[in-house]
């Protein structure tokens, strides 16, 4: 076991190690290095005189590692001192795809020794490393030791590393690993997942069943194929309900119908796997709109591009700068899903959305913090939903009372698909 351990996180001294401190500025970013090297000391200004902590789940299995991570914040939550900060860590190589292992960085002001033995409990059971880090010696540098659970049930430092500062790489780390993390791009890479899961979620094969029995959607249909997307409250059901009357056309959403008694169950799954649940139901719905479009125009609640801008809002870290650049493959369509004729994006201001959801009885109690977080999360999804390529979403402006966003609509449907 130590020898797995050290042989695995030898290779970490050519990792960089990054900590959101704060998600309106860049992570700090550090190295390990056997000697102290030149430089500013990495943490010296968000770290005072406390005691930190890092974590990282280190199983080979991608199903494993997910579920295990998923859980981890929630047992963390429960068992340390109330007074420790919990922080997203990540551990890669600068720019490399894939290269990516999460963790969490600890901040413990409590200096508590309950905090030492939820973690040693953790070592001893779970794949799971841990390193402490403290500031010591005249010139007052951080050092990294790795903890080894030994026979008795203590822990003892396996190695020792100095922390030095590494450069802020081009690509923010938490974009590393959307592609077949996040976001799929083809219906295989998706039921793979799945197929990986029916052990430990025996919902899986119910979903697979349905999946399996999908119809086939040919790239071209007879009658256009409107999606409309949009955040909440944005108006996409009052319009999908009024485009369809006014069309004569058939209403669909992504998920399907047919896949709701599994949502809350795939919700509360990590987002590795809750994201490939989300992808097979695009799979499904374009079953359904090759057949519905053989014989009317059909309209869409959601699809593809809610599916790819949640998932990237999600998994990006900190600022909106963070977002992969515009052209970025991220943003690209699966080549193997149904395109549909036009999609529109409902777009409203913040302010609006709010009123909506209040009169829908909803957001009444959240506190600034979480409106803020709130804040930047939908400001991704809404650019993350207008860098998505192939096809472009159409932004239309959802403020106007409802008759009138259906003619703009109406009007749009008229001269992009000759309705
Ligand atoms: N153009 C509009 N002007 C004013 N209010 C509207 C307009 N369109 C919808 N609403 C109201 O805003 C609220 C949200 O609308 P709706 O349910 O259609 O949004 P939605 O995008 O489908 O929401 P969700 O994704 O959360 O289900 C509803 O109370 C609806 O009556
Ligand atoms: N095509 C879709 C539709 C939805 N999602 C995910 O569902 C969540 C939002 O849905 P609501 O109905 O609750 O507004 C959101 O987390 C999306 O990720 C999706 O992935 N694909």
Redesign the pocket.
């Known amino acids: 076991m130590a020898r797995r351990m050290i042989s695995r996180f030898s290779q970490w001294s050519s990792y960089v190690f990054a900590v959101d401190f704060d998600t309106n500025s860049d992570p700090i970013y550090f190295a390990l290095a056997s000697k102290y090297s030149e430089g500013p000391q990495v943490f010296r200004n968000v770290l005072a005189d406390e005691i930190c902590y890092s974590l990282h789940v280190y199983s080979d299995d991608k199903i494993e590692r997910a579920k295990f991570y998923g859980g981890l914040k929630h047992k963390l939550s429960k068992e340390l001192p109330s007074e420790c900060t919990i922080l997203e860590m990540y551990t890669f190589q600068p720019n490399v795809k894939d290269s990516v292992i999460k963790g969490y960085f600890l901040k413990d002001p409590s200096k508590s020794s309950a905090t030492e033995r939820v973690l040693a409990e953790l070592i001893r059971n779970d794949p799971v490393y841990v390193c402490s880090y403290l500031c010591g010696g005249e010139d007052r540098q951080w050092l990294q030791l790795l903890w080894l659970s030994t026979e008795d049930g203590w822990v003892e430092v396996l190695k020792e590393y100095c922390v030095v500062p590494a450069e802020k790489p081009e690509h923010h780390p938490s974009t590393l690993n959307i592609i077949n993390y996040d976001v799929f791009y083809s219906f295989e890479d998706a039921y793979k997942v799945l197929q990986q899961c029916v052990d430990i979620i025996p919902e899986s094969k119910a979903v697979l069943e349905l999946v399996d029995q999908r119809l086939e959607s040919k790239e071209k249909t007879t009658f256009p194929v409107i999606v409309v997307e ?10 999908t309900e009024s485009l369809t009357e006014a069309l004569g056309a058939t209403l669909l959403k992504s998920p399907p119908q047919c896949l709701s008694p599994w949502r809350a169950r795939f919700d509360t799954e990590p987002p590795l796997i809750r994201r490939a649940f989300y992808a097979l139901g695009n799979y499904l719905t374009a079953g359904q709109i090759g057949q519905e479009a053989r014989h009317a125009p059909v309209i869409v ?1 959601r699809y593809w591009h809610s599916t790819a801008a949640y998932a990237i809002a999600t998994a990006v870290g900190g600022k909106l700068a963070n977002l992969p650049q515009a052209g970025s493959e991220v943003y690209g369509w699966p080549a193997d899903l149904l395109r549909p004729s036009l999609v529109l994006m ?1 777009s409203l201001s913040s302010q609006e959305r709010m009123r ?1 959801l209040q ?2 009885g909803q957001d009444k109690t959240m506190e600034e913090e979480e409106l803020e977080a709130n804040h930047l999360f939908r400001q991704k999804v809404e650019e993350a939903y207008q860098r998505i390529e192939g096809p472009a979403c159409v932004t239309v402006d ?5 008759d009138q ?1 259906l003619q703009q609509v109406l009007l749009l449907i008229r001269e992009k698909c000759h309705l």
Not at 230 to 239: I, P, Q, R, V
Not at 398 to 402: F, G
């Open positions: 949009g955040l909440d409250a944005t108006g996409k059901t009052t319009l609640d409902l909506r009169v829908r959802a403020s106007p009372s409802p966003v």
